[in-house]
């Protein structure tokens, strides 16, 4: 599957009225399509071995070119016209230690968000209910604390809450800070699909966002995930203040861990007034697509997730992003404490250019649930049957 046909083409009317096919200059432009790039385009498998100078020439890549050889990779690893539909839920809202300059749930930060208890397990998965009966094939459960040590009863009511998912045949993903060996192994028992823990940036840039979490922490907790047989979910957020140098050296990081992560979200920051970045801009779409894009190339398995702040994309931007390799989103009524899309307006979208959703358990090493799986007819009927005695005040 060559590239090579990308390269400019011109035709030159000699004095005779012959034609010249190939420019003269064709060998100075052979370097816009570089060399690793039709290798990866031409690769059967992932691989763990990149450098970052490969990486760097992938991302620099004119972007026509870039989003291009990603499509055909894309192509090659996964159905183009399904993306997975994902819903995120703060179980645990706000009150958090942690100094993320990002963050509206950090203590450190005057953003006016109250903290709130654990929501209990019935009402976790009364949502879990209504996001499965709108599309959604994962439920993703958010925590705001910076570890789950002294957290027992917090921990059970996690693996209630997963286990309570799993009977849905849903995939269910947790974030919930830095875990370690034995906390991951209680939660990959309890039939937990992902763990979500973002690296955020490069490591060169981290310590401009964050303070009170090392990088290495970070790191270790991914190892004890994938030690424990988890499916790692890791990615970044785009405009921060990094460079493109950044952005190459959070993939670098991600594609040379002992395996790829499962899944991968794209987060354009969301300026949150209160927060060191709240007077933020939202980083360029050509910076976010050339980083979806160089994503898709380098990391060819992975599900690669638009999240935060796909609701300040155009529908149209969101579609080149899909082209260029995403193939997830985060849909519903908020994203932790963020706007979202909603199912409504996702599902009309994917029918207008000719997507579908992802089933759950679809893609190869997900482990598909034992329990028989509740159809989405009686699901909605239970979520109607307890919105109705709700409203009765039963």
Same mark, same amino acid.
């Given at each position: 599957?060559?590239?090579?046909?990308?390269?400019?083409?011109?035709?030159?009317?000699?004095?005779?009225?012959?034609?010249?096919?190939?420019?003269?200059?064709?060998?100075?432009?052979?370097?816009?399509?570089?060399?690793?790039?039709?290798?990866?385009?031409?690769?059967?498998?992932?691989?763990?071995?990149?450098?970052?100078?490969? @990486?760097?020439?992938?991302?620099?890549t004119p972007l026509n070119q870039l989003t291009y050889a990603a499509s055909l990779i894309h192509r090659k690893y996964h159905d183009p016209a399904a993306i997975q539909m994902c819903t995120l839920m703060n179980i645990k809202t706000g009150g958090c230690s942690e100094d993320c300059s990002y963050c509206a749930q950090s203590t450190r930060h005057n953003t006016g968000l109250k903290a709130t208890k654990m929501s209990p397990v019935d009402e976790v998965l009364r949502a879990a209910r209504t996001a499965k009966a709108n599309?959604?094939?994962?439920?993703?459960? *958010?925590?705001?604390?910076? %570890?789950?040590?002294?957290?027992? +009863?917090?921990?059970?009511?996690? #693996?209630?809450?997963?286990? *309570?998912?799993?009977?849905?045949?849903?995939?269910?993903?947790?974030?919930?800070?830095?875990?370690?060996?034995?906390?991951?192994?209680?939660?990959?028992?309890?039939?937990?699909?992902?763990?979500?823990?973002?690296? %955020?940036?490069?490591?060169?840039?981290?310590?401009? @966002?964050?303070?009170?979490?090392?990088?290495?922490?970070?790191?270790?907790?991914?190892?004890?995930?994938?030690?424990?047989?988890?499916?790692?979910?890791?990615?970044?957020?785009?405009?921060?203040?990094? #460079?493109?140098?950044?952005?190459?050296?959070?993939?670098?990081?991600?594609?040379?861990?002992?395996?790829?992560?499962?899944?991968?979200?794209?987060? !354009?920051?969301?300026?949150?007034? *209160?927060?060191?970045?709240?007077?933020?801009?939202? @980083?360029?779409?050509? #910076?976010?697509?050339?980083?979806?894009?160089?994503?898709?190339?380098?990391?060819?398995? +992975?599900?690669?997730?638009?999240?935060?702040?796909? @609701?300040?994309?155009?529908?149209?931007?969101?579609?080149?992003?899909?082209?260029?390799?995403?193939?997830?989103?985060?849909?519903?009524?908020?994203?932790?404490?963020?706007?979202?899309?909603?199912?409504?307006?996702?599902?009309?979208?994917?029918?207008?250019? *000719?997507?579908?959703?992802?089933?759950?358990?679809?893609?190869?090493?997900?482990?598909?649930?034992?329990?028989?799986?509740?159809?989405?007819?009686?699901?909605?009927?239970?979520?109607?049957?307890?919105?109705?005695?709700?409203? !009765?005040?039963?």
């Amino acid at each position: 599957m060559s590239l090579r046909h990308l390269l400019p083409r011109t035709s030159l009317r000699r004095a005779y009225g012959t034609v010249q096919s190939t420019p003269p200059n064709a060998a100075a432009l052979a370097h816009r399509v570089p060399a690793v790039l039709q290798a990866a385009t031409d690769a059967t498998s992932p691989r763990t071995n990149w450098t970052k100078d490969e @990486i760097q020439q992938i991302y620099d890549t004119p972007l026509n070119q870039l989003t291009y050889a990603a499509s055909l990779i894309h192509r090659k690893y996964h159905d183009p016209a399904a993306i997975q539909m994902c819903t995120l839920m703060n179980i645990k809202t706000g009150g958090c230690s942690e100094d993320c300059s990002y963050c509206a749930q950090s203590t450190r930060h005057n953003t006016g968000l109250k903290a709130t208890k654990m929501s209990p397990v019935d009402e976790v998965l009364r949502a879990a209910r209504t996001a499965k009966a709108n599309g959604s094939t994962r439920f993703c459960m *958010g925590a705001a604390w910076r %570890d789950m040590r002294g957290r027992k +009863t917090s921990l059970k009511n996690v #693996k209630a809450m997963v286990s *309570g998912v799993r009977d849905l045949g849903m995939e269910v993903c947790v974030t919930l800070g830095m875990i370690d060996e034995s906390q991951a192994k209680e939660l990959k028992d309890a039939g937990l699909t992902a763990y979500n823990h973002n690296l %955020d940036t490069s490591r060169e840039f981290y310590p401009s @966002i964050i303070t009170t979490r090392s990088y290495d922490e970070r790191l270790r907790t991914l190892a004890n995930v994938r030690d424990a047989g988890i499916n790692v979910c890791s990615g970044g957020i785009l405009g921060l203040g990094e #460079k493109d140098e950044d952005r190459v050296g959070l993939i670098y990081t991600v594609a040379n861990l002992p395996k790829h992560p499962e899944s991968f979200p794209v987060n !354009a920051l969301v300026p949150i007034p *209160g927060t060191p970045l709240g007077e933020r801009k939202m @980083i360029a779409f050509d #910076k976010l697509l050339r980083t979806v894009a160089t994503a898709r190339v380098v990391l060819p398995a +992975t599900i690669v997730r638009l999240a935060a702040g796909r @609701i300040s994309l155009s529908e149209e931007q969101q579609i080149a992003c899909f082209q260029a390799g995403a193939n997830a989103v985060f849909t519903g009524e908020k994203m932790l404490t963020t706007d979202c899309n909603g199912w409504d307006e996702d599902r009309e979208m994917f029918d207008r250019w *000719g997507y579908y959703p992802m089933k759950s358990f679809e893609r190869e090493g997900l482990e598909a649930p034992a329990e028989k799986v509740v159809e989405v007819v009686d699901e909605v009927a239970k979520v109607e049957k307890e919105s109705a005695q709700v409203a !009765a005040g039963l």
